[in-house]
């Protein structure tokens, strides 16, 4: 657990100093569509971007303008000020405009040699697919030329097979969270998953073998009300853990530093390893940008909600993301249509003038769903 969860919040983990100094390459990338199996067919260390709260944006703000997400400003603050100088390139995708305006500033500044621009479909249909099919093997050619590597269809189906267990690994982790008496908080496994998504996947699942097994043993946590947690993309371990402090337990979550990262990804062959990749991550992108797919997004969510019994649910989304913010309003709506409680939290990502805000309204939500959980614990008895 101590290696998972250690020295998790981190930029630059002693894991990806050593693999530095032995001379490994890293690629960082920040959205759950870029398939990391590619990465790592070619024997390099896929990195996801992460901010960790960083509250520090003057570098950030010269080049990006204040009405972005402050988590983009954070993650370009860290790329400008040489914190994030250990990658050997980017990966950009189109998750949304604020996304592409870090990466295209941050490649501005800094020139990686390295810089690729992997287009994603906002469709799930048979002519996106076919269009995200040729996208990944531009990404393929292009990793293959600049770093002299080959990446073999039989490397690639190895590293679909390593990734599949990581992710099933997940969902046993996940398990232990939703049990009665839960096993772990959501604010351990955001670290885990943090964590995990800057190391090579046979590694991570090393230790999540280890995790599992442990946590297995323990014994679980009360909780004043079960919580599910949902909305834009946060590595936050401090607001989890500030939720969590007040007395509600996080024991599930939609959130793409978490389940969307991993749920439901499946392709239909291996026969041909990049169209299953392209199914595999096309078709299980639960976010607003996927236009059509409300109500598979929605469902999703309900059914997470239901799978780990919650009390009540807490929509949260940095400021000025439009995404998630228009989203929060059918979903608000569609969960408390479904029996249940909904807080919606908008924030200032890293902002420590936030937390008191944040500390009183989690407060007032536990005790407005405070007979709804005292229904459930006495049900149980």
């Avoid at 990391?36 to 990195?47: F, N, T, W």
């Avoid at 040699?113 to 994603?120: A, D, G, I, N, T």
């Avoid at 009360?222 to 590595?235: K, N, P």
């Amino acid at each position: 657990m101590e290696a998972l969860q250690g020295r998790s919040s981190d930029v630059q983990t002693e894991y990806v100093r050593s693999w530095k100094e032995r001379g490994g390459k890293v690629l960082g990338y920040a959205c759950v569509a870029t398939p990391v199996e590619i990465i790592e067919a070619a024997g390099i260390l896929p990195y996801r971007i992460k901010a960790f709260g960083h509250p520090d944006t003057e570098l950030g703000d010269s080049y990006l303008a204040r009405f972005n997400c402050r988590f983009c400003r954070s993650c370009l603050q860290l790329g400008l000020d040489g914190t994030y100088d250990f990658l050997d390139g980017l990966i950009e995708t189109n998750g949304c405009d604020h996304l592409r305006g870090m990466f295209e500033n941050w490649q501005y500044a800094k020139k990686y040699e390295f810089f690729h621009y992997l287009k994603v479909p906002h469709f799930v249909r048979r002519d996106s697919l076919e269009y995200f099919t040729e996208e990944l093997s531009l990404l393929k050619l292009a990793v293959e030329e600049h770093f002299g590597v080959e990446i073999t269809d039989d490397a690639l189906r190895e590293a679909v097979g390593t990734m599949n267990q990581v992710q099933a690994r997940l969902k046993d982790l996940y398990a232990l969270r939703e049990e009665e008496k839960p096993r772990l908080s959501g604010a351990e496994t955001l670290r885990v998953i943090c964590t995990g998504s800057s190391m090579r996947a046979a590694d991570f699942l090393f230790l999540l073998d280890r995790l599992v097994e442990e946590k297995s043993r323990e014994p679980g946590m009360e909780a004043r009300a079960r919580l599910l947690l949902l909305g834009s993309a946060t590595d936050e371990v401090g607001l989890v853990a500030e939720i969590e402090d007040q007395g509600g337990l996080v024991v599930a979550d939609a959130l793409c530093y978490g389940s969307r990262s991993f749920w439901g990804r499946e392709g239909e062959s291996l026969e041909e390893p990049l169209r299953y990749l392209a199914e595999k991550y096309l078709g299980n992108l639960f976010c607003p940008r996927m236009f059509m797919e409300y109500e598979r997004r929605r469902d999703f969510i309900l059914d997470r909600a239901r799978q780990a019994g919650v009390d009540g649910a807490i929509i949260t989304y940095n400021k000025f993301c439009d995404l998630h913010g228009v989203e929060a309003v059918s979903l608000r709506s569609d969960l408390e249509n479904n029996g249940i409680p909904v807080l919606v939290l908008e924030k200032d990502y890293g902002s420590p003038a936030d937390a008191g805000r944040i500390r009183t309204r989690v407060q007032a939500f536990l005790e407005r769903i405070g007979g709804r959980t005292a229904e459930r614990v006495e049900a149980t008895r």
